[in-house]
């Protein structure tokens, strides 16, 4: 109680500053960034693969580019359908998802659920063809020194948007795995050997489903939870991040 009444009063006079270009932040703003950083936020704009969303410099659209693969997806398996995503992983959605996840400030997601929504509600795909929402997993000491997953809240939010089930307790992560930005193709693949496991797999014949993840990077761990999927006769596979590395 005291300590509250003193942060009220120290941000009285000290406005709390944004995150990014610490100018002071808006009254009631509370995702610790304001809203001339938010606005700068790159969309993903086409043209870009139809499958895992990369993007092509301008110059390569050779007319329709709808069905235009990226070199990856026109030699690697299909494991899941197509790569749902509003944004483009840099400047300032990097810093925010930074913020989120590793600064625990779970008021950025008040603005993530804005961009989710203005990207949900152009209808990207008919949730009709849907039938279950399932957040990429946290291994539980990793949750437990966070505090929560970020793909759960993403996934939540979409599930209630949609009113599609959310199924969070079938998909787990039984071995902990490194960071795998600074592993080559091979070590990714090998340091998400077996770091999933599926409970109740029968309940997913049939069902196509949405793999939810906050960041695609090279794409390793959703097509990982994919592939575990597939084996359980899933009837389709889609995946949405909020965000696509460029
Ligand atoms: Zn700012
Ligand atoms: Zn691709």
Same mark, same amino acid.
């Given at each position: 109680?005291?300590?509250?009444?003193?942060?009220?009063?120290?941000?009285?006079?000290?406005? *709390?500053?944004?995150? /990014?270009?610490?100018?002071?932040?808006?009254?009631?703003?509370?995702?610790?960034?304001?809203?001339?950083?938010?606005?700068?936020?790159?969309?993903?704009?086409?043209?870009?693969?139809?499958?895992?969303?990369?993007?092509?410099?301008?110059?390569?659209?050779?007319?329709?580019?709808?069905?235009?693969?990226?070199?990856?997806?026109?030699?690697?398996?299909?494991?899941?359908?197509?790569? =749902?995503?509003?944004?483009?992983?840099?400047?300032?959605?990097?810093?925010?998802? #930074?913020?989120?996840?590793? %600064?625990?400030? $779970?008021? /950025?997601?008040? +603005? !993530?659920?804005?961009?989710?929504?203005? @990207? =949900? +509600?152009?209808?990207?795909?008919?949730?009709?063809?849907?039938?279950?929402? /399932?957040p /990429?997993?946290? #291994?539980? $000491?990793?949750?437990?020194?966070? %505090?929560?997953?970020?793909? @759960?809240?993403l996934a939540?939010?979409?599930?209630?948007?949609?009113?599609?089930? =959310?199924?969070?307790?079938?998909? &787990?992560? !039984?071995?902990?795995?490194?960071?795998?930005? $600074? &592993?080559?193709?091979? +070590?990714? *693949?090998?340091?998400?050997?077996? *770091?999933?496991?599926?409970?109740?797999?029968?309940?997913?014949?049939?069902?196509?489903?949405?793999?939810v993840?906050?960041? @695609?990077?090279?794409?390793?761990?959703?097509?990982?939870? *994919?592939?575990?999927?597939?084996?359980?006769?899933?009837?389709?596979? @889609?995946?949405l991040?909020?965000?696509?590395?460029?």
């Amino acid at each position: 109680m005291v300590k509250k009444v003193a942060e009220g009063v120290i941000s009285l006079f000290f406005p *709390a500053e944004c995150k /990014i270009c610490r100018r002071s932040l808006e009254p009631l703003n509370r995702s610790f960034i304001c809203t001339s950083c938010w606005s700068k936020v790159k969309w993903l704009m086409p043209p870009y693969c139809s499958r895992c969303s990369k993007p092509f410099p301008p110059s390569d659209v050779l007319g329709e580019s709808s069905c235009l693969l990226c070199e990856e997806c026109r030699t690697e398996p299909a494991l899941y359908k197509k790569l =749902l995503v509003p944004t483009l992983y840099e400047g300032v959605m990097k810093e925010a998802i #930074h913020l989120l996840k590793y %600064g625990r400030k $779970k008021g /950025i997601f008040l +603005e !993530i659920k804005k961009i989710l929504r203005k @990207y =949900l +509600e152009q209808n990207f795909l008919s949730f009709s063809e849907l039938d279950e929402i /399932i957040p /990429i997993p946290l #291994h539980r $000491k990793k949750l437990k020194q966070r %505090g929560f997953n970020q793909a @759960y809240l993403l996934a939540h939010f979409i599930s209630g948007f949609s009113k599609l089930k =959310l199924v969070d307790r079938s998909l &787990l992560r !039984i071995r902990e795995t490194r960071p795998q930005i $600074k &592993l080559n193709k091979r +070590e990714r *693949a090998a340091n998400l050997k077996d *770091a999933f496991q599926v409970k109740n797999g029968t309940s997913f014949r049939g069902k196509a489903v949405l793999l939810v993840d906050d960041v @695609y990077t090279t794409g390793a761990t959703l097509r990982e939870a *994919a592939r575990l999927l597939r084996t359980f006769e899933t009837r389709e596979i @889609y995946v949405l991040t909020l965000a696509r590395a460029p």
